[in-house]
């Protein structure tokens, strides 16, 4: 559902960067090593959710 968030936390480095590719609909707030994904439109599929070297595949099976 659009405007949806769910919150994602890593308890590792403190000192890395997250990273999502701008070309999903995905709006994200940063706070500590916590992050909240925010959907700004329906899609179904998957992305990647990067923290300095650990990356983190995310499937959306559908997001209406």
Known sequence: K????YE???R?????????????PIDYTIEGNKITLTWEATYSGQFELSYGDSVKTI???SLF
């Open 59 to 61: 499937v959306v099976e």
């Open 2 to 5: 659009p405007k949806k968030s």
């Open 8 to 10: 994602f936390i890593y």
């Open 12 to 24: 590792g480095r403190q000192d890395a960067e997250w990273y999502i590719d701008k070309k999903y």
